[in-house]
């Protein structure tokens, strides 16, 4: 038999009994479906946490106070400013660190002529946006000089530039901080949001040496030295793991920690986002896990409906044989009609998997990626399925003898 005619007795043998097609399509439907809408979850947010990674800075490392003791009390990690300007200027002297920059803030009222607005003020200097690979839109960074003076000049983000200002250019406008006047000198380019949702550009940045005179330290603490975290960047994607590894030699032994616990925390923005990746990859295992038992099931479906059917044709194969068909001929009939099954159900179930994942976008939020190699191996796993579970109906109709198939009419 010519393929072309097995393919199209097996078509006329699915379009007779469509109840019984549908019934044995459910099966693979639902487990690629659930193949193609796991796989698109999981491309999605390994696409959103690259992203984030992005946004952050590459190579970062992000140095925060730890917990403390004091009289055998543990306070919660960063209530202690146990990190200093000292500590940021060692850190960049290190030979695997890049630049680092420390950093103090506080949320508080911004106000800009009658506007006002709720943001983060964060005392840094410029070397904070070179490590976070944020680039100025409009105006200057600050200088030097400002930075020492402990100027009066303010950088914002773009989402406080627009509740402050609206349309209007805020470069060399005024804003008030804690009722200190600072002049607007430049706006950040937009940066997005970050991982667990917080706005990147909801900010204003100061100097840190205003920050810690005139606002935040000069408020909150008599140490105007202390800052609330350190940011640094490794020299490449290589070093991260030694450039953790001095960061922590460094402070110990700045903080004379000797035997005691350490009073900070050196983290990274990878190693922030494996919790997250880890919890994605947890579900897309678990759907993975439906997808398989689902597929499993289509395929035991598959197979007792084919030998059902062999069942019902055995006077047609022994005619068949009669006339001159080879055994491997019946096989390879049946065996084609399982794979066509299971093709088409891979195929209807690609199709309602992608709507799933549309929909879980628009009402969820979730970040889905449908891509080509995924869909083209779902359908290659249901068409193995059928492979696999259509062998041994096709190889006991092979087996049937002409004689006694046509005595079964």
Same mark, same amino acid.
């Given at each position: 038999?010519?393929?072309?005619?097995?393919?199209?007795?097996?078509?006329?043998?699915?379009?007779?009994?469509?109840?019984?097609?549908?019934?044995?399509?459910?099966?693979?439907?639902?487990?690629?479906?659930?193949?193609?809408?796991?796989?698109?979850?999981?491309?999605?947010? &390994?696409?959103?946490?690259?992203?984030?990674?992005?946004?952050?800075?590459?190579?970062?490392?992000?140095?925060?106070?730890? *917990?403390?003791?004091?009289?055998?009390?543990?306070?919660?990690?960063?209530?202690?400013?146990?990190?200093?300007?000292?500590?940021?200027?060692?850190?960049?002297?290190?030979?695997?660190?890049?630049?680092?920059?420390?950093?103090?803030?506080?949320?508080?009222?911004?106000?800009?002529?009658?506007?006002?607005?709720?943001?983060?003020?964060?005392?840094?200097?410029?070397?904070?946006?070179?490590?976070?690979?944020?680039?100025?839109?409009?105006?200057?960074?600050?200088?030097?000089?400002?930075?020492?003076?402990?100027?009066?000049?303010?950088?914002?983000?773009?989402?406080?530039?627009?509740?402050?200002?609206?349309?209007?250019?805020?470069?060399? &406008?005024?804003?008030?901080?804690?009722?200190?006047?600072?002049?607007?000198?430049?706006?950040?380019?937009?940066?997005?949001?970050?991982?667990?949702?917080?706005?990147?550009d909801d900010v204003v940045f100061v100097p840190i040496a205003a920050a810690a005179v005139r606002l935040i330290g000069g408020a909150n603490t008599v140490n105007h030295d202390a800052v609330a975290y350190i940011l640094a960047s490794a020299r490449s994607s290589d070093w991260?793991?030694?450039?953790?590894?001095?960061?922590?030699?460094?402070?110990?032994?700045?903080?004379?920690?000797?035997?005691?616990?350490?009073?900070?925390?050196?983290?990274?923005?990878?190693?922030?986002?494996?919790? &997250?990746?880890?919890?994605?990859?947890?579900?897309?295992? !678990?759907?993975?896990?439906?997808?398989?038992?689902?597929?499993?099931?289509?395929?035991?479906?598959?197979?007792?409906?084919?030998?059902?059917?062999?069942?019902?044709?055995?006077?047609?194969?022994?005619?068949?044989?009669?006339?001159?068909?080879?055994?491997?001929?019946?096989?390879?009939?049946? !065996?084609?009609?399982?794979?066509?099954?299971? *093709?088409?159900?891979?195929?209807?179930?690609?199709?309602?998997?992608?709507?799933?994942?549309?929909?879980?976008?628009?009402?969820?939020?979730?970040?889905?990626?449908?891509?080509?190699?995924?869909? *083209?191996?779902?359908?290659?796993? *249901?068409?193995?399925?059928?492979?696999?579970?259509?062998?041994?109906?096709?190889?006991?109709?092979?087996?049937?003898?002409?004689?006694?198939?046509?005595?079964?009419?």
């Amino acid at each position: 038999m010519r393929p072309w005619d097995a393919l199209h007795a097996a078509a006329l043998a699915l379009v007779e009994n469509p109840v019984r097609t549908l019934l044995t399509l459910l099966g693979v439907i639902i487990g690629v479906a659930c193949v193609v809408s796991m796989a698109a979850i999981g491309a999605g947010a &390994q696409q959103r946490i690259s992203e984030e990674i992005g946004a952050f800075g590459a190579n970062v490392l992000v140095v925060n106070p730890g *917990a403390t003791r004091k009289d055998g009390v543990s306070s919660a990690t960063g209530d202690q400013k146990s990190l200093t300007l000292a500590d940021a200027e060692a850190i960049a002297g290190l030979a695997t660190i890049a630049a680092a920059a420390a950093s103090d803030f506080g949320k508080v009222q911004v106000v800009a002529k009658n506007r006002n607005w709720s943001t983060t003020v964060n005392g840094t200097n410029v070397r904070h946006f070179a490590i976070r690979q944020w680039t100025i839109g409009s105006g200057r960074a600050f200088s030097p000089e400002e930075e020492v003076s402990a100027a009066k000049v303010a950088v914002i983000g773009a989402t406080a530039a627009e509740h402050l200002f609206g349309a209007d250019d805020p470069i060399g &406008q005024v804003v008030r901080i804690l009722n200190t006047p600072f002049t607007v000198i430049g706006v950040m380019k937009p940066k997005g949001m970050a991982f667990g949702g917080q706005d990147q550009d909801d900010v204003v940045f100061v100097p840190i040496a205003a920050a810690a005179v005139r606002l935040i330290g000069g408020a909150n603490t008599v140490n105007h030295d202390a800052v609330a975290y350190i940011l640094a960047s490794a020299r490449s994607s290589d070093w991260m793991g030694y450039a953790v590894d001095d960061v922590t030699r460094l402070l110990r032994q700045r903080h004379d920690r000797g035997t005691r616990d350490d009073d900070f925390t050196v983290t990274t923005a990878s190693s922030a986002l494996a919790a &997250q990746e880890s919890s994605t990859r947890t579900v897309a295992l !678990l759907l993975g896990s439906v997808a398989l038992f689902s597929l499993l099931v289509g395929g035991i479906s598959i197979m007792n409906i084919m030998l059902v059917c062999v069942t019902e044709r055995t006077p047609e194969i022994g005619l068949r044989l009669a006339i001159g068909a080879r055994p491997r001929d019946v096989a390879f009939q049946f !065996l084609l009609e399982a794979t066509a099954l299971s *093709a088409l159900g891979g195929l209807v179930g690609v199709i309602l998997g992608s709507v799933a994942a549309v929909i879980v976008t628009r009402v969820l939020g979730w970040p889905v990626l449908v891509r080509p190699e995924m869909v *083209a191996a779902a359908l290659g796993l *249901a068409a193995a399925f059928g492979v696999g579970f259509g062998w041994y109906p096709a190889w006991r109709a092979s087996l049937l003898q002409p004689v006694d198939a046509l005595r079964a009419r």
